[in-house]
């Protein structure tokens, strides 16, 4: 099977490690194959143990090869974490005569663009561009074509600290893989399940993971903010398995068979038995005593999430709610959501054969991205792209940190490649 068409995405979640394999034809976007894997390694969102990380991503990108006749040697990583920053940068240069703007242009004003100061321990994931500036005229979407003399970009780095990065790109190395850009993560779910009114009007995107939630808060269609909370379903399962004295996997298990979020929508005919582990007692419980576990912490969860979108320093007010993450998937949660959160809520998936679930958002949101962006510029989906990474990245990391020089040796070198 030929592969330049073909995308790879690897997100590392803090339960499951999912490659997916995406297929551009003829100009649209297929979902050609699948690889998930329980994660060993993570907590909260964050690795702890960097070779049973490794492992976990070897194990999915073998299922996912054993779908289709491919090798997966590179991917496109997901990255999120309340590492991340955001900030506006508006720069541009000028030719010294008119020429026709091309991908030339557009990259060399992006790497002007990226030129700015940084404490030493952060450095850019990754540069958004909002729109462009042609001889002082703005808002334009794509200058490719258009006859002028100076080119600025009004752009979203974003930004993220070294450490974090390393780490990351380390377990994948370890894994054998080779890195062709970073994604942060809000962005692709929010290209995948945000529409452009949603993105334009106001919206916030909220992936409730495992072990970790992210908020994405969009308008005048750029994310203006995300955040990273340390709380996701693994709370609920820890409750269950304290509440009813059972083990973690059967809390899980439990969780996903009986689950409800609220004690109003429960059966108390749905009944199930179940062992205690202090007595090794036998006994029946039904899915109202499970609700009434599970209601209380998803209320605090939601109030949390509420909580941390009232600290941003601009007003959020009639703003839509979008859930996502696998655990969105527990039934009543919608309703629970809009008692709390007082506003509609819609629950968004992909809508992909194989990957309809809210739990895949992430992870084909990548593909879906770096797909557009690919489209747009009409460059080889195998190649690796200026907005998705810095050239490090194809480096292990003891190479990457020896290539970092001073502030001033970093900016002396852009010039050098803008340039020449
Ligand atoms: N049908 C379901 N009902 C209730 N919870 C579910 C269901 N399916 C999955 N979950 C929960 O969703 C969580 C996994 O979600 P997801 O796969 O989005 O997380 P992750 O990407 O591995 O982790 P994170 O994003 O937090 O690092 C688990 O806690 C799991 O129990
Ligand atoms: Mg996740």
Redesign the pocket.
Known sequence: MARNNHIFSL?I????IRVIIGEVYNGSLNIVGVGTADTSGMSK?KIVNQEQVARSIQAAVQNAERMVDLVIDSVYL?I?GSHIGLQSAKRGYGFGRDVEISDNEIDKVLKVAKLVNLPTEREIIDIIPNCYIVDGVDNILDPRGMIGGSLEVDATLITGQTTHIQNLIGCVKRANLKILGLAL?PIGAGELVLSEDEKQMGTILV?I??G?T?IGIFKNGRLLSTSVLPIGGELVTNDISICLDVDRETAEKLKLKFGCALVEDAEKDQVFRIKTRLDNREREASQVELADIIEPRVEEMLLYILKEIGEQEFDTEGFGFVLT??TVLLPGIVKHAQYVLGTPVRIAAPQFIGVKDA?FT?SVGVIAYVSKYIRSRKIDSTAPTIRTSSPDRSLPPQDASKKKGNVFDKIVEWFREIFD
């Open positions: 997100d979640g803090t339960s499951k969102g997901s999120n993560a992936d993971g495992a970790s992210s993450g696998g739990s992430t």
